[in-house]
């Protein structure tokens, strides 16, 4: 009886989203939206309930995020330019420490104010200037979870093979035009239907997953590295590897290595309050500094390590992991290559989670909360990202077309470095959350919802580096000097939105958003008749005649009609 009612509930609401008003989500309790506007709880202030990060969790968070394929091979481009492991151990270390500074800059703010990263925005671009930080952020979330998605689908081609060898011996029945075969579709649509539940989980509810990948990528880590070790007799020759290039170019080139490691995280460097503010206490933050680097330069000693026994088990520099346990046959081999394929298969799904498609889908929230929510958002990635985007076609496309999504962390520097700016210096961490819901509030900054000051530092740091990029996507065309500047892109885009924003902040202010404490949005305060006070004039504290103030009740999610 109770399925029969289940799947008749089922079509009824089948039968409401043929129409559009039937994919409208309710109004909810609890934001200090403007009436009659929709918002919900994924962009709300984070209820009291759903803070439950710990520093462990952010620990697990960085083991998730950083323990990737990518990470494995970030050494293999700097020693492919011509520099050795000792320049690519420099650059991972200091490109993760310049990292960590918008992390924890960034990171603060959702700590403090429980807020997600488009809400954040307006503090600094303004109502309406806010949503072209927001589509940026999310187009680049896009492209790079349907990177990861197809990387994810090549290990779990490692895990069916190892239990059927036969499996890479399926014939192929779709064009060559189309850029995959019918045995890597397979795989694809495999991998794909075992990560989409995993991504609808609530991120507050994350962080057990966090920690179960941690201890499968790491221990599936160090045992590739003592197999490889085992086979190769030592760790290799790859130690006495000679400079391809020397003087000012080499020093040129190890800055712009430096500056990839940087720009590598640039998306989470931006949209890093989308996690934080699930933190019960703000010290989290700061493990940060230490996780990444440490996580990124063990990740790439790994890569070096195994890469030069490579070398002379199998005669060549072998820098990707699946296609390192690809070589591994026999029972035993094949029992290894399972076992990395499954760590690689949970390594994507939790880069996936941490940086592509929970940040894609706040995005769409916050751009559209009548019909979007975080669960909607989820589904509405992955299916664009895996599928409509033809995964395969990026990866096997031009390198231009690669080159061109690397170069959009010029447009994420100064996001991520104007927020910190506003936040930090000119705002002095005093923010108004109620106000951040509003049109008309003290952050709307004019009658086009944007602040004037954002778009000049915006344009400093990204006009000068435009010339490079076009440079590295065409090489066709003579950049010049600018080159330089692409170099480091990251350094400079971070670094001069953030001083140019902070100058002009400084003798231009807007003294409407300047205010001397800041007004929290996690609390509702009630009058003596229960009724909620708006939030947005808690400032006038004992002011008013509309009735005192006798109690505060915390929201909770449990408030929330889900």
Known sequence: MAFRQRITKIKEGAKEKRKPSGWILPQQKGSFGDEGTWTNIDMDVTPLDRRTWTAVTMAGFWFSDALNAQSW?????????????????????????????????????????????????????????????????????????????????????????????????????????????????????????????????????????????????????????????????????????????????????????????????????????????????EKGVYWQVLFLPLIQLVLGLFGIISTSCAMVVYGEYIWDPLTLAAQWDGPSGRAGAFFVGFAWVIAQIGTNLSANVISCANDMTSLFPKYINIRRGVIITTITAGWIMVPWKIIHSAASLLSFMAGLGIFLAPIAAICAADFWITKKTHIDVPALYKSQGRYRYNKYGTNWRAVVAFLISVVPNIPGMASSVNPKVDAGGAKYIYYMFYIWGFTSAFTSYSLLSHFWPDANTLIPETIHGDEALYDADGDIVDAAEETGSEKGSGGVVSEKKAVTSQEYPI
Not at 83 to 111: H, K, Q
Not at 229 to 237: C, I, L, N, R, V
């Open 73 to 281: 091979m970030a050494p293999s481009s700097i020693l492919a330019v011509g520099l050795t492991w000792r320049e690519a151990i420099v650059c991972i270390i200091f490109g993760s420490l310049c990292c960590t500074v918008p992390l924890v800059l960034n990171g603060v703010l959702g700590a403090r104010l429980h807020v997600p990263f488009p809400v954040a925005m307006k503090s600094s671009f303004g109502w309406y200037f806010a949503r072209f930080a927001i589509i940026v952020r999310m187009a680049t979330a896009l492209f790079w979870h349907a990177i990861q998605t197809y990387t994810g689908s090549t290990a779990m081609t490692q895990c069916i093979r190892a239990i059927w060898p036969s499996y890479l011996d399926i014939p192929n029945h779709i064009p060559e035009t189309v850029g995959i075969t019918t045995q890597q579709m397979v795989s694809h649509v495999i991998f794909w239907s075992v990560q989409f539940p995993i991504l609808l989980t609530p991120p507050h509810k994350l962080q057990w997953f966090f920690i179960f990948k941690f201890v499968v990528v790491t221990i599936t880590c160090v045992a590739t590295v003592i197999t490889m070790t085992k086979k190769a007799g030592g760790s290799g020759d790859i130690w006495k590897q000679e400079y391809g290039v020397y003087g000012a170019k080499r020093s040129w080139l190890i800055l712009s290595s430096l500056s990839s490691i940087t720009g590598g995280w640039a998306t989470m460097a931006t949209n890093i309050p989308d996690f934080t503010r699930y933190l019960k206490k």
